[in-house]
C-alpha cells in the first residue's frame, strides 16, 4: 500500500479496568422451553455408523482412538439440535470436532453477525467467546442465545470500558469512534460503528473524515493506518494470542524454506505483519489457503485453524507454530451438550445499552461489500 501510515496512540492516565465478569444466565430460557434428559454418551455400533462420514472430515486431525470418545456427542448434539430448533454459530478457531461435525455455519466474527442477524432458528449456540454471543444476541433480541461457557472472554473485550470510550469523545470531541467487535455491548453502546478484521478499513473511511478513532486493538489500528489515508487514533488493547508472535520466528520459518507462504492477522504487531505475505481476517486467511493452494504455508493466528482448513486442503503443508486461545478453548462438546440440555449459559444484555450497542452492530452489519 503507497498510503504514509498516520496513528496517534492514546494512553489514558487511568487504565481502565478490565471489564467484570459477565453473570450467569437467569435460567428464564429453561423455565419457558424446559431442560431435556440429559441423552447417553455411549460409544456403541450405532453411534459409530451414524458419525461415520462425519469421522471422514476430521480424520486426518483427530487420531481414531479419540474419536470413540467425540462421536456419542455429536450424535446427541445433533439431534438436540433439531429437537430444540437451535443452530450452532462457530468460529473459525473452534476445535476441529466442534468446527466440522456440530456446526451448522463456521466463519470469521463478520460472517457470524451476518448470519446471526439472518437466522430461523429459535436458540442460537455460540462457538466462539462472549463478545460474539453477544452480538448475536444483539441481533436476535428475542431470541435465546446460549454460551456454552459464560467465562470465554477475549483480552481485547476486557481491554475498555464504556466510561473509556466516553473519555476519548472527550478528549477528541466530533472524531467518530469505530469499534472492533471484540468488546462489550457496553463499548459498542458508546460507540458509532463496529468493525471486524474483514472490513475495518471500509468502515474507517465511510465516514468520509480525515480522523477516526479505531478501538481498542492498536496493531489492528495501525494495520489499518497503512491501508488509508485516514488518520487513526488507537488504544492500547491487545489479543493475547496474536502478540505472542514475533518477526524472527517468521524469519526463520522464511529461511528453512524462502517459497513458504506467510499468512498474518491484522491483531499481530506491525513488524509481524511487515514479514507476511498476505494479512486478513481468519476466512479471508482461510480463503487464500483454499484459492491459492500453496505448497507450504504458515497461519500466523490460532492454532486450531491449520487444523480446521488442513483437513479441506490436502497437498498443502502447513508449519504450525500454535498459540492457543485460551477463551475460545473454554468451549467443548460436552459443554454444547449441557447447553442444548439445560439452555445455559443464556445471553442477557442490560436493556439500558442494549439499543445503542445494537445500533452499531447493524450499522455495520447493512454497509453495502
Ligand atoms: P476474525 O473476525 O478475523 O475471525 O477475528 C476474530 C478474532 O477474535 C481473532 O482473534
Ligand atoms: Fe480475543 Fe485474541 Fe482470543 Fe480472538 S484470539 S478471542 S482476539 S483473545
Known sequence: ??????????????????AAAPQPGSGAAAKRLGVLPMPSIEWNKQVEKETAYLYERVKTVVPPVEWPFFAPYVSAINRLKKERNAVILAHNYQTPEIYNCVADFVGDSLQLAKEAAKTKADIIIQGGVHFMAETSKLLNPDKVVLIPDIRAGCSLASSITGAD???????????????????????????????????????????GVDRVICIPD???????????????????GHCEVHERFTAAELRKFRESDPGVQILAHPECPPDVIEEADFTGSTSAMINFVKDKRPKKVVMVTECSMADNVSSETPGVEFIRPCNLCPHMKRITLPKILDSLVYLREEVEIDPAIADRARRAVERMVQLKS
Open 218 to 236: 492498536e496493531y489492528l489500528a495501525r494495520w489499518v493506518a497503512t491501508q488509508t489515508k485516514v488518520k487513526i487514533i488507537a488504544w492500547k
Open 165 to 207: 470510550v466516553r473519555l476519548l469523545r472527550e478528549r477528541y470531541p466530533g472524531v467518530p469512534v469505530v469499534t472492533y467487535v471484540n468488546t462489550s455491548a457496553d463499548v459498542k453502546a458508546e460507540s458509532d460503528i463496529c468493525c471486524t478484521s474483514s472490513n475495518a478499513v471500509k468502515v474507517v473511511e465511510s465516514f
Open 1 to 18: 500500500m503507497t498510503a504514509t501510515p498516520q496513528v496517534e496512540l492514546f494512553v489514558p492516565k487511568v487504565p481502565g479496568l478490565p
